[in-house]
């Protein structure tokens, strides 16, 4: 017997063929994303003034480390933007906020690291004989500091889930949506 996984459907497709499910995850994965990306950019960028982009000193993680205040200030200027869009309570916007500054607290010892790692790697790359084995150790260290920031990001955007409605998840999703060019779920 095929196991569909119709749930409350019914309609006999399997939850994973479904345009429902990926929309979903894509919005929840969205959500993560603008939650850890958004604070990111506006950290390493709104502060010179200048486009996405920049690497090296103007980095992230250089940013984080100078100025975590105003990171968790242009944090707080991107859910106060996208929050608006759903008419969130000042309440809701509060708690928004802190959990975007918890974030940035969370993300500025792990950029710290990371920058420690870059710095590594572009030092064993420098030598006369590349340590294959140095740099497979970077690799590894760099995939588990990644899996450790997303799973703050994943954690953080829980907790922003839970300080909105469904309805008002609903309408970020279908926000997300038409912003990239798709149609809205409902």
Do not use: Y
């Amino acid at each position: 017997m095929a196991d569909t996984n119709q749930g409350a459907q019914g309609s006999g497709t399997p939850l994973w063929k479904r345009r429902s499910f990926w929309l979903g995850g894509g919005v929840l994965a969205g959500l993560a994303a603008l939650v850890t990306l958004a604070p990111r950019a506006w950290a390493l960028h709104g502060m010179g003034g200048a486009g996405f982009g920049r690497h090296g000193r103007h980095g992230f993680g250089a940013q984080i480390l100078k100025d975590p205040v105003a990171a968790k200030q242009h944090a707080g200027m991107a859910v106060e933007w996208v929050l608006r869009g759903v008419d969130a309570t000042d309440e809701q916007k509060q708690q928004a906020k802190r959990i975007a500054e918890r974030l940035v607290d969370e993300l500025g010892p792990l950029a710290g690291t990371h920058r420690e790692h870059h710095e590594a790697m572009a030092r064993e790359l420098a030598k006369p004989e590349i340590d294959r084995e140095a740099l497979e150790r970077l690799r590894r260290q760099e995939l588990t500091l990644a899996d450790q920031a997303s799973k703050l990001a994943v954690d953080s955007f829980a907790d922003l889930a839970d300080v909105l409605t469904q309805q008002q998840r609903q309408e970020l999703i279908d926000f997300a949506h038409r912003f990239h060019g798709g149609e809205a779920t409902h």
